[in-house]
């Protein structure tokens, strides 16, 4: 199974490489490629959860959702993609101490996870912290340059610092 490691490792690699190329259209394959890479597991059951956790947040069933993840945050703590659901499950329910805490260890277990650091973005955005969620959104630019919400989020603080904002 190591040698089955390698190589998708070494292909989300050459993913991100692509997605940070400011240049070009290949970023919007790069970027399919990395969301559908991260939502494997490699436990079909796991899997499973992962896809009715997001299903009962998309339906807006906010504490059913929060029940799949938190099951699958138990059963497979090492799944990035987990904690990143279960942080915008706990967002969309109010709760952003867990939200945050669960995007903190999504970042431990892939730092480059864009989408996590644009969701904490938004989260300390939405609670004041303008400075670190400038920090946030910044990051994950230099990650993923072509996410659209970053930008105009990056754009409205830097015109709030500056008094510009409309």
Do not use: C
């Not at 079909?44 to 998309?58: P, T, V």
């Not at 138990?74 to 279960?86: E, I, V």
């Not at 260890?105 to 955005?125: I, K, N, S, Y």
């Amino acid at each position: 199974m190591d040698s089955g490691q390698a190589q998708p490792h070494t292909q989300l690699d050459e993913a991100f490489a692509q997605l940070a190329n400011p240049d070009g259209e290949g970023w919007r394959i790069a970027e399919a490629d990395i969301l559908r890479e991260w939502s494997k597991s490699g436990s079909a059951s796991m899997d499973l959860l992962l896809k009715r956790g997001e299903e009962a947040l998309d339906q807006g069933e906010i504490e059913l959702a929060i029940g799949h993840l938190t099951a699958l945050t138990d059963h497979a703590p090492d799944f990035a993609a987990g904690w990143q659901a279960r942080a915008a499950a706990y967002a969309a329910a109010g709760k952003f101490g867990p939200a945050i805490g669960d995007l903190g260890r999504a970042l431990q277990l892939e730092p480059r996870h864009f989408v996590a650091l644009t969701q904490l973005g938004a989260m300390l955005e939405e609670a004041g912290d303008s400075d670190r969620a400038l920090a946030a959104y910044r990051q994950s630019l230099k990650i993923h340059p072509h996410q659209q919400e970053a930008i105009d989020a990056v754009q409205r603080l830097e015109d709030q610092r500056q008094g510009t904002d409309i």
